[in-house]
């Protein structure tokens, strides 16, 4: 339990980014940057980087990580790293699912 | 401290609660009586209030949901239709909802766990009172729109909501069912968090972390699956929602998703929901275990770090599950050898408890009863999940009775059995009062005999290709499924006596004073029922968990036996 006063300044200024990112998301919804840099997947990486970073802004200042405790922080890259278990283990299925089956034929 | 171990110590080690009477008083201000009217229940921020009104309702839904089960046997009873098919669908998924989301993850943490936990490490209250009267209120809301559907037409789609039957074909409730359980998520995720922060910051004056019970350890870990856990549950939830309702194409193929998605992520909440309903089990049994054995579990860091040991690993074994779901072969090798892995640490607690036995001195009251039953359950249950886990046997054997079997004895065998044995141990705390040993002992007999002979039938049905989830089955079947119903008509028989020996012992039990058993631990250093702070002046802890001394205990028992007291 931080004792830490932010000030409204902080919130309004976070509010902001946060809805400028939300901009941004939308925007870049529209273009098709895969094909006009002809890396495939960018679209993808793009939306998702700017959603961790607004995800990253909301733990930070509208959930006080910043100034948390060293305990606070370990539980909260603990869920961090809860959310890479899940998403790497689902993809191990769907990345092998078209692999060479064992055939007994 | 030291005033508790003396009364400890006078009184005979393993008295019965019944055997004190006359002996003690009952203190003149508790947390029953401290404030009065229903809205000083309704508002409390009292922990061991709160547990009372989670006692309540979860036996309600105990009940609600073991109606449908007994509807389940007796459609089974013959190979024949008694109900159609639409029916009996409702009915086994009403029993799974009910009993998963409402009785099984709340029963433990919500119940023993709010009432013991603060008084366990010598706290007040817990961390965040008014956060924890919150999540029974979820709880409440959540289960009374889960059961609302129900009442209104039901679910069709068994508790497990698989795709794309759920989101695409079913005809039934299956939103308002889901916003339930979403709702319900959330009263588990707030328990959670306040036995966390509970445990890390309230802990008494030399209460360490290798001195917690055993009980707090498996919160503990319980709690963290809460966390990290549910809320993969609540957004499934909201996707299968989005997809029926908005037709938003996550789970279906044709709009671009993967049906088999769902499972993945269904089951990387509801396989440690699993550990939710086994790991506080498991806590409960290690304290009914030292108590009635006078001995200090063995290998006390063990069994605590392989509660942190399930609840990790459990969270990395959700794919087998989806062995015959097509899911890639590679993957499925890999979640079967994980799978595997978890019987380890399930395996030290099971090893260290009959070592705890070993030259303990046993008595054996009704928890011991419970406590003994579970180990030779859970050992059935676990051992049948290897078969489960190992990637050949399943394809045989998955959506058959053998599954059924196998999880009823790791969730009726194993929590239940605890969950039971644990409010048996602990009512003379929450009351006051003891119950009648003899009716208790019947019970818990009737119980074991019971659920051996409702279950144990269906691992050979199941190995014999019983498929789940079917209302008319081939006659050959028929005496199996019969040995299965009579014995369920036994099993609630023996689930019926508690509730009225128990409300009786409410008025008519005999007082039991602070520590009936002679026990260790700081719940029973304070009075019986305690007072709505738990302790009247903050404990300083100076011995280890269960300071037992059984060979002390065994010759005071023997001086006693001389003396013509026992």
């Keep these: 339990m931080s004792g830490h006063i932010v000030p409204k300044k902080t919130y309004y200024t976070i509010f902001l980014l946060l809805m400028i990112l939300l901009a941004v998301t939308v925007l870049i919804a529209y273009l098709d940057l895969d094909h006009a840099t002809g890396i495939g997947g960018l679209n993808i990486i793009v939306a998702l980087s700017i959603a961790f970073t607004k995800m990253m802004l909301v733990v930070m200042y509208f959930m006080h990580m910043k100034w948390s405790n060293k305990l606070t922080w370990i539980f909260g890259g603990a869920s961090i790293l809860w959310l890479v278990i899940m998403l790497v283990i689902t993809m191990a299925d769907y990345i092998s699912r078209g692999w060479v089956m064992f055939t007994n034929r | ?566």
């Design chain 2, 1 to 566: 401290m030291e005033t508790a171990s003396t009364i400890s110590t006078t009184t005979a080690p393993t008295t019965m609660p019944g055997a004190a009477n006359g002996v003690f008083e009952m203190p003149k201000v508790t947390y029953l009586n401290a404030q009065e009217g229903i809205k000083s229940w309704l508002l409390t921020g009292d922990h061991k209030r709160i547990a009372i009104l989670y006692l309540i309702s979860i036996s309600v839904f105990f009940a609600l949901g073991g109606v449908f089960a007994s509807l389940i046997r007796i459609e089974l009873l013959t190979p024949g239709p008694e109900l159609d098919a639409e029916m009996y669908n409702r009915a086994f998924t009403a029993h799974g909802i009910i009993m998963v989301f409402m009785f099984l993850i709340p029963a433990i943490p919500a119940v023993l766990g709010n009432f013991l936990l603060p008084i366990m490490i010598g706290a007040r209250d817990l961390a965040f009172p008014k956060v924890n009267l919150l999540s029974w209120y979820l709880y409440i809301i959540g289960g009374a729109l889960t059961m609302s559907a129900m009442v209104i037409g039901g679910v069709d789609t068994g508790w497990t909501f698989y795709t794309p039957y759920s989101t695409t074909y079913s005809q039934s409730y299956v939103f308002l069912t889901g916003l339930g359980i979403f709702i319900m998520g959330f009263s588990s995720i707030t328990t959670g968090l306040n036995f966390v922060i509970t445990t890390h910051k309230m802990r008494a004056p030399g209460m360490t972390w290798s001195r917690l019970p055993l009980f707090v350890w498996s919160q503990y870990a319980t709690s963290l699956v809460m966390l990290l856990g549910t809320p993969v549950i609540a957004i499934t939830v909201v996707l299968l929602a989005a997809e029926r309702v908005f037709g938003v194409g996550i789970f279906n193929p044709n709009l671009g998703g993967d049906p088999v998605l769902f499972q993945h992520l269904f089951w990387f909440y509801s396989h440690p929901a699993v550990y939710i309903m086994i790991l506080p089990a498991m806590g409960v049994i290690s304290e009914l275990i030292a108590a009635f054995s006078r001995r200090r579990v063995f290998g006390y860091s063990f069994v605590a770090f392989s509660s942190l040991a399930i609840a990790i690993f459990g969270f990395l074994v959700w794919g087998h599950h989806l062995f015959v779901s097509g899911q890639s072969a590679y993957a499925g090798i890999i979640f079967s050898i994980l799978s595997f892995i978890v019987a380890i640490p399930s395996a030290v607690k099971v090893f260290n408890w009959t070592t705890t036995l070993y030259k303990g001195s046993i008595s054996y009251e009704t928890p011991m009863l419970y406590a003994l039953a579970f180990i030779g359950l859970f050992a059935i249950g676990g051992l049948t999940g290897l078969f489960c886990a190992a990637l050949g046997l399943d394809v045989h054997i998955t959506d058959t009775y053998f599954i059924i079997a196998h999880f009823h004895y790791v969730m009726v065998g194993s929590t239940v059995i605890a969950y039971l044995g644990g409010i048996h141990y602990w009512w003379p705390k929450m009351t006051g009062r003891g119950y009648p040993e003899f009716w208790g002992k019947l019970s818990a007999l009737l119980i074991y005999v019971g659920f051996n002979l409702t279950f144990f039938p269906q691992f050979i049905l199941g190995y014999l290709g019983m498929p789940r989830r079917y209302h008319v089955y081939p006659p050959e079947y028929q005496v199996l499924n019969i040995l299965s119903t009579a014995g369920a008509s036994v099993l609630a028989v023996g689930f019926m006596m508690p509730v009225f020996y128990l409300l009786w012992s409410l008025k008519y039990g005999p007082i039991t004073g602070p520590n009936p058993w002679g026990a260790k631990g700081l719940e029973w250093e304070t009075a019986s029922p305690p007072p709505t702070f738990n302790f009247d002046a903050t404990p300083i802890v100076t011995e280890e968990a269960y300071a037992y001394d059984a060979e002390a205990d065994e010759a005071a028992y023997q001086a006693a036996l001389q003396q013509g007291k026992r």
